[in-house]
């Protein structure tokens, strides 16, 4: 069955720096891999996806993530991070390869932006 | 509406009651989901419409939990006999296809007291 694992609870990270929010998944084939934001709050916001081609993906908020298939990761980063992204993280992904899948949700990683 | 709508946005209810929590998909979108999210925790899978297939219920918690779909569009949560580990924020979401993009409703916060 397809899964996904966040393996931190919470980051921190001090303004300005870069930022990283792990994320490894596992699927029998080619995985469909989303990032989504939380604020407090506030229903989940859709950040980024990726479904095929480049490996690298671009999305809102100056956030970026990167496909790994050998290492089964979808790391999200930000080369400089503001307060304004402590929230909430989830990365989500769905088997294609065994038809109608559900979206499965890792269990959030806190990432927390320290002025 | 632009988005996805739920109602209530807060219910509170006897343990015992039963209770329905209501989702309006974006218009269009072919796929609909339940999802679960006691307090600042994850998201726990419930059901998945998906069409006309059959919808994937492997993630319901137990018998008390069912939901419909009424002609592609409106979906219903319903919770019989509520227990209080069913307090939690109900969130309901759809997409277009499969490899498009979940847009998420606000939530139902349901209390059991």
């Known amino acids: 069955a397809q899964s996904v694992a966040q393996p931190e609870d919470q980051v921190n990270v001090a303004e300005g720096n870069p930022l990283t929010v792990k994320c490894t998944y596992s699927?029998?084939?080619?995985?469909?891999l989303f990032w989504y934001v939380q604020y407090p709050n506030r229903g989940l916001q859709f950040l980024l996806k990726?479904?095929?081609?480049?490996?690298l993906v671009k999305g809102s908020y100056g956030f970026e993530a990167e496909f790994n298939k050998s290492q089964t990761s979808f790391h999200l980063k930000k080369p400089s991070a503001l307060v304004s992204d402590s929230a909430l993280y989830f990365c989500a992904v769905r088997d294609p390869g065994r038809g109608n899948t559900p979206l499965v949700f890792g269990k959030g990683t806190r990432l927390s932006v320290i002025a | 509406g632009a988005g996805v709508s739920q109602s209530p946005s807060n219910k509170v209810t006897e343990k015992g009651k039963d209770v329905e929590l209501r989702c309006d998909p974006i218009?269009?979108?072919?796929?609909l989901y339940w999802y679960r999210q006691s307090l600042g925790q994850g998201l726990e899978f419930l059901i998945y419409?998906?069409?006309?297939?059959?919808?994937?219920k492997s993630g319901l918690p137990s018998d008390r939990f069912s939901a419909e779909r009424t002609g592609g569009s409106v979906s219903t949560l319903t919770i019989q006999r509520t227990q209080q580990e069913d307090s939690a924020v109900y969130l309901c979401?759809?997409?277009?296809?499969?490899?498009?993009?979940?847009?998420f409703g606000q939530g139902t916060r349901l209390t059991v007291v």
């Open positions: 218009s269009g979108h072919t796929a």
């Open positions: 979401a759809s997409s277009l296809w499969e490899n498009t993009e979940a847009f």
């Open positions: 990726y479904i095929t081609g480049d490996n």
């Open positions: 419409f998906q069409g006309n297939s059959a919808p994937d």
């Open positions: 699927v029998s084939g080619n995985p469909y």
